[in-house]
């Protein structure tokens, strides 16, 4: 699958009930059109390591203009997608992002806690959203 140049895409861990829900939450609050891809799928794979990452499951990836986002930037980067209030997060841009990553990666070590793991279900309107294989 060839990805046009606009296209945005997050990355999530399909295998994690917090991922899960976060997706959820994006397509329930989203005002432009998102992409979503699991971590796990040959797609993934493919459009990542051509990007040159390394793909950790613990870590949100957020492809968009051609350029990828990862950890607490990719989160800031979907919350500007989002509709209002939750662009008002772009001001955590002004904290280094050595801190905002330490908060990520505290939070996504117990992400499979937080949540009971199950599989996103997407509405029919919502399946051409869901990039596979």
């Known amino acids: ?17 917090f991922c899960n829900s976060s997706v959820q939450f ?8 998102i992409y979503f891809a699991t971590l796990q799928s040959n797609f993934a794979q493919q459009t990542l390591n051509s ?3 390394d793909i950790k499951l613990d870590t949100l990836y957020y492809l968009k203009n051609n350029t990828v986002y990862s950890k607490s930037s990719a989160g800031l980067q979907i919350s500007n997608e989002l509709k209002f209030p939750f662009p008002l997060f772009q001001l955590f ?34 399946k051409i959203f869901f990039l596979t294989d």
């Open 1 to 17: 699958m060839e990805i046009e140049k606009d296209q945005k895409i997050l990355f999530y861990d399909g295998d994690c009930g």
């Open 26 to 33: 994006v397509l329930s609050h989203k005002k432009n059109d």
């Open 51 to 53: 990007k040159g990452i």
């Open 93 to 126: 841009y002004i904290v280094p992002p050595f801190i905002r990553d330490y908060f990520y990666t505290s939070i996504a070590k117990r992400r499979h806690k937080l949540k009971a793991g199950h599989c996103v279900i997407p509405s029919e309107t919502d």
